[in-house]
């Protein structure tokens, strides 16, 4: 089945910087690339999205890449405010099945 | 913007005891899911459910656990006989077409 890994666990950054998750996986199938933010105690909140057809999409200071060759897919987010702070997860599936997560990564952005 | 929601936030029982956590998901969506976050860990897959059945489910899904759609708006899950180790956030999602999950708020679940 799929397997999904995250780097970096923790990521501190100073407000205004960029900050880069990065995510593999394994099953080449995998067609449905998602990032969620979850703050404490909350829901996970989808952020970005990317399907397999693309290679990169951006909204506003939130971006992902994706390397299918590779398998693997980032999230990029510049400008870092200190709101970003929350855990981020990458998640990959394909239509119609399970998202498999990865295993978090906590930004802190200190002003 | 509608949301998915489920009930209760909150839910503390005993070990062997029957639990059932409520959703209710977004009404339009066709694509219902259970996952489950151990405090502190990564959101791990229960089950996903299309068409009044079951289309996959995970190896934590056994058979103490059951979903159930029992009406045109509720989706619920069922665990017979809780364990400790049941003890998690469980989050409902749902999602119109096969891709872009929306998430309830969660129900945590504490097993003394």
């Known amino acids: 089945g799929e397997n999904v890994e995250q780097h970096p666990s923790t990521l501190s950054v100073q407000e205004g910087d960029s900050a880069v998750i990065k995510c593999t996986y394994s099953d080449s199938a995998s067609n449905y690339f998602p990032w969620y933010k979850q703050e404490l105690g909350k829901r996970p909140q989808l952020i970005i999205d990317i399907r397999s057809n693309v290679g990169e999409k951006k909204d506003q200071r939130i971006a992902v890449t994706l390397n299918k060759t590779a398998k693997h897919f980032s999230l990029h987010i510049t400008e870092t405010q200190p709101e970003d702070s929350a855990v981020y997860f990458c998640?990959?599936?394909?239509?119609?099945?399970?998202?498999?997560f990865g295993k978090g990564t906590t930004l802190s952005v200190s002003s | 913007e509608p949301e998915v929601t489920q009930t209760p936030s909150h839910q503390v029982t005993q070990m062997g005891q029957e639990v059932i956590l409520r959703c209710v998901p977004i009404?339009?969506?066709?694509?219902f899911y259970w996952y489950r976050q151990i405090l502190g860990q990564k959101v791990e897959f229960l089950v996903s459910?299309?068409?009044?059945?079951?289309?996959?489910k995970s190896e934590i899904f056994d058979d103490q656990f059951s979903v159930e759609r029992p009406d045109g708006s509720n989706f619920t899950l069922k665990i017979r006989s809780t364990k400790l180790e049941d003890s998690a956030m469980y989050f409902c999602?749902?999602?119109?077409?096969?891709?872009?999950?929306?998430f309830g708020p969660g129900t945590r679940l504490l097993v003394l």
């Open positions: 459910f299309y068409n009044n059945e079951i289309s996959e």
């Open positions: 999602a749902s999602s119109v077409y096969q891709e872009t999950q929306y």
């Open positions: 998640a990959a599936g394909q239509a119609g099945t399970a998202l498999i």
């Open positions: 009404s339009n969506h066709l694509y």
